[in-house]
């Protein structure tokens, strides 16, 4: 694809449920990243990957965050047991390579925690 | 770790004028320093980069200058037009040599009146 590919675009979820977004990187794109964007924020860093290896995952906020990336690819960030303050924009971004820190979003997914 | 501080939130030009944004950062390692401009309901995509061995680079109506001494970074915008209103967001990394995640700042919302 031509760019980074995120869904679902928008998600809601009762508070309590299980929730599972995917990142399609950019083809060849070694390094994959997740943000957390707050309505009216910047992005905040929470994890990522160089291939299927999570090298950083300090900016997770709480252990009901899991991301993975098992064949270093796709990606999926889990939040389990969601709660109202997870509703935010979750972004991901990706990388080609080491070398060059340049780093393309994609649109997000919008969730919303009733 | 590193802070990133925009000024101002909200800046509001006529058309044709030109609009500066300026950010701070804490960490005099930090040495890559993207600027994203995001549309509402769409993710952040890059315009411009500088990294810390020039002092100032441009693209076209886009500009940024860096003062390391300073620790501070501005966005140039010339000739403003009305597709230029969005968001925009002005990161910081160390180490741009292996993929790491950016800081961003808490984004200037410009409007460009026609």
């Known amino acids: 694809g031509a760019g980074v590919s995120q869904s679902p675009r928008y998600k809601v979820a009762k508070r309590g449920q299980d929730v599972a977004l995917r990142c399609d990187p950019i083809s060849g794109h070694v390094s994959l990243f997740w943000y957390q964007q707050a309505l009216g924020q910047g992005p905040e860093f929470l994890t990522y990957?160089?291939?299927?290896?999570?090298?950083?995952k300090s900016g997770l906020p709480s252990d009901r965050f899991f991301a993975e990336r098992p064949e270093g690819s796709v990606s999926t960030l889990k939040i389990q047991r969601t709660q109202q303050e997870d509703s935010a924009v979750y972004l991901c971004?990706?990388?080609?390579?080491?070398?060059?820190?340049?780093?393309?979003f994609g649109a997000g997914t919008r969730l919303s925690v009733l | 770790g590193e802070n990133v501080e925009q000024h101002p939130s909200t800046l509001s030009v006529q058309e044709g004028d030109s609009a500066v944004i300026k950010c701070t950062y804490s960490?005099?390692?930090?040495?890559?320093f993207p600027w994203y401009k995001q549309e509402l309901g769409k993710g952040p995509q890059l315009i411009i980069d500088i990294r810390s061995n020039v002092g100032e680079k441009k693209d076209q109506r886009i500009a940024v200058t860096l003062n390391k001494t300073a620790k501070h970074f501005s966005l140039h915008i010339t000739e403003t037009q009305p597709e230029d209103s969005a968001v925009y967001f002005c990161?910081?990394?160390?180490?741009?040599?292996?993929?790491?995640?950016?800081?961003f700042g808490s984004g200037t919302q410009l409007t460009v009146l026609p």
């Open positions: 971004a990706s990388s080609l390579s080491l070398a060059k820190n340049i780093q393309y």
């Open positions: 990161a910081a990394s160390k180490n741009p040599g292996s993929a790491r995640q950016l800081t």
């Open positions: 990957f160089q291939n299927e290896a999570q090298l950083d």
């Open positions: 960490d005099s390692a930090s040495n890559y």
